[in-house]
């Protein structure tokens, strides 16, 4: 069974760091395309950062480039995202999601994603 599950989410000051982790079974994440997105309640689903399986790069929202970090350790099979200098904007519940094949910056489109996780909040406040 395909399988996504995030974990890391929190309350963290302004300015503060957390790193979120996505533990998947069923599959091998580096033959898929995988991502990060984040949802405010009445608001679209944004990508926030992802990793294509068809080139190998690493695309990010342009709301977070240069301030998150997107990694994996295939060994454990599982997805980071490492968050820095977060600010009360990136409060949301944050989720990963797989496919098993994205060309190139569509991994930042959360309407081609099947496989989702259920998601972990992250709360930036003082």
């Known amino acids: 069974q395909v399988r996504l599950v995030e974990s890391g989410g929190g309350l963290v000051q302004p300015g503060g760091s957390l790193r979120l982790s996505c533990a998947a079974s069923?599959?091998?994440?580096?033959?898929?395309?995988i991502g990060w997105f984040r949802q405010v309640p009445g608001k679209e689903r944004e990508g926030v950062a992802c990793?294509?399986?068809?080139?190998?790069?690493?695309y990010y929202g342009d709301s977070v480039l240069g301030q998150f970090t997107l990694s994996t350790d295939n060994a454990q099979n599982t997805l980071y995202l490492q968050m820095n200098n977060l600010k009360p904007e990136d409060t949301a519940v944050y989720y990963c999601?797989?496919?098993?094949?994205?060309?190139?910056?569509?991994?930042?489109?959360?309407?081609?994603?099947?496989?989702w996780g259920q998601g972990t909040l992250v709360t930036v406040s003082s």
């Open positions: 999601a797989a496919h098993p094949n994205l060309y190139g910056s569509s991994c930042l489109r959360y309407e081609y994603f099947e496989v």
């Open positions: 069923g599959f091998t994440l580096v033959d898929y395309s």
């Open positions: 990793l294509s399986s068809t080139d190998g790069t690493r």
